[in-house]
């Protein structure tokens, strides 16, 4: 079955590098993804990455994939306290299939 | 633009009662999904209509029931209502013709409490 685990809490100070990790089951999964969520909010995609890509740059944001792993993680440059919110990873081969999230706290 | 809308913000039902919530999907967007979003959870996917039809469904049992009309708009049922469908419930609407990545735009949610 499908399974996406996420650790649950991260603590960084601002300025800092934040590194948050995945691990999914489902290897037909096409697509991986990042999203945000932050209190009273929806979801807000972050970014996403093919699967057969190993590492994807989007501006302050890094993702890596480790395929043969299954091990995904997005690298957060420069973390500001606006970043403090609750990251989900997102497998997809049909419906996404989120983690529990792992809530990021910023510390001034 | 408006993104994807949902409607009540809140509510608050008792066990055994039926509730309905609303969704309307960006401009543009016409497949509609929606989710189950527990507390401390990450989201479960329910179902996904498209053309009307419900296309995929998750693993949820038939007391959650949808609808999706001619403007693209859905509604989320959920009859019998049990203390553990307490929940934020999200919609997200996409473009049923996007080929590559599954993009989503999420509402802010429907919150339920059920007494």
């Known amino acids: ?108 | 633009d408006a993104g994807v809308t949902q409607s009540p913000t809140h509510l608050i039902k008792t066990r055994g009662q039926q509730v309905t919530l609303r969704c309307s999907p960006k401009s543009g967007h016409d497949t509609v999904s929606w989710y189950q979003q527990a507390l401390g959870q990450g989201p479960q996917f329910i179902f996904q209509y498209y053309e009307e039809e419900e296309r995929q469904r998750g693993n949820f049992p038939d007391r959650f029931s949808g609808h999706q009309f001619p403007n693209y708009s859905s509604e989320l049922n959920v009859n019998a209502l049990l203390l553990g469908d307490s929940a934020l419930y999200l919609c997200a609407s996409s473009w049923g013709g996007q080929s590559g990545a599954n993009v989503l735009t999420f509402g802010a949610g429907s919150r339920l409490t059920v007494l």
């Open chain 1, 1 to 108: 079955g499908e399974d996406v685990e996420q650790s649950l809490f991260l603590s960084v100070r601002e300025g800092d590098s934040s590194v948050i990790n995945c691990t999914y089951t489902d290897s037909s999964s096409t697509y991986l993804y990042w999203y945000k969520q932050e209190p009273g909010a929806g979801l807000q995609l972050l970014t996403y990455i093919f699967s057969n890509m190993d590492m994807k740059q989007d501006q302050r944001l890094t993702v890596l994939l480790n395929k043969k792993d299954k091990h995904l993680s997005l690298r957060i440059a420069d973390t500001q306290t606006g970043d403090s919110a609750i990251y989900f990873c997102a497998e997809a081969w049909r419906a996404l299939t989120f983690g529990s999230g792992t809530r990021l706290q910023v510390q001034p």
